[in-house]
């Protein structure tokens, strides 16, 4: 593998009308000492991107998806032919509404200095964003299957895979990127954290997971998948205290067992 000769490439996905969020991320990244490229996200309300959401629905997931759901799968797919026609082996996504610290220079910093070395092009490493989410508690992380680079540790995940959500803040490999553009292909459209279809289909070996970066809680007001998901979401069945108290029982005796194993 070479390395790279300008470092790690760092992506944020932005709306380019998101005039709030920019500035924060710009500073959160220059008082660490990041260089980073914004990278515009496909705007679902601008008109000129209608007729392809369209024509995406008639695929794979694409007609149970919201037009926002579409076209944050087409930024990353659109920053994975950047990576590709780039030849960059790695790179960073992260989306415009991360929480950075200092870890993350670590991490870039220990990458840059020939640690890329450790990586594998068929995992996926995770740099957070699984931290208040409702199935967090219960992906089982392993104990002995580590990776260390730098000072940050990931853990591989065990358990519970198909629970790991959000595209929020990852680590991929060039050749993984050429995978999910295949996958367009011959599965048709997914969402970008549909992590389950990609590791079922065999594009992802593992899955490493370290939280060194955070996603604030989603809600309507901060989220523009969230706001248009309320709209068309049907509300479940709440379940007892005692029902939600057994199920997650069941889930951290299974989460033990899980961390144990290699």
């Not at 005039?19 to 980073?36: C, M, Q, S, V």
């Not at 950047?82 to 220079?105: H, M, Y």
């Not at 409702?134 to 260390?148: A, C, M, Q, R, T």
Request: hydrophobic fraction near 35%.
């Amino acid at each position: 593998m070479s390395k790279p000769e300008m470092g790690l490439p760092v992506y944020v996905i932005s709306l380019s009308r998101d005039t709030n969020r920019r500035p924060k991320i710009t500073a959160e990244l220059e008082r660490i000492g990041i260089d980073f490229t914004f990278f515009d996200a496909v705007d679902a309300k601008d008109e000129k991107n209608i007729e392809c959401i369209n024509m995406m629905k008639g695929s794979g997931d694409g007609s149970v998806m919201t037009n926002g759901e579409i076209a944050c799968t087409l930024s990353h797919q659109r920053i994975y032919e950047e990576i590709v026609s780039q030849n960059n082996e790695w790179a960073i996504i992260l989306e415009d509404d991360v929480i950075i610290d200092e870890r993350f220079k670590d991490l870039l910093v220990s990458l840059n200095n020939g640690e890329y070395n450790k990586l594998s092009n068929d995992n996926l490493y995770l740099l957070g964003g699984q931290k208040g989410l409702h199935e967090y508690p219960v992906l089982g992380l392993s104990l002995i299957s580590n990776l260390k680079i730098g000072k940050i540790n990931f853990r591989r995940v065990n358990f519970n895979i198909s629970k790991v959500r959000r595209a929020c803040c990852y680590l991929i490999s060039k050749s993984m990127c050429s995978n999910l553009l295949e996958l367009t292909k011959t599965y048709g459209t997914y969402r970008a954290d549909s992590w389950n279809i990609m590791y079922s289909r065999g594009i992802i070996k593992d899955f490493y997971l370290s939280e060194i970066i955070s996603h604030p809680i989603v809600n309507n007001f901060n989220s523009h998948l969230e706001s248009e998901r309320s709209l068309i979401s049907v509300k479940k069945v709440k379940r007892t205290k005692f029902q939600k108290t057994m199920k997650l029982l069941r889930s951290w005796i299974k989460v033990g067992f899980f961390s144990l194993l290699r």
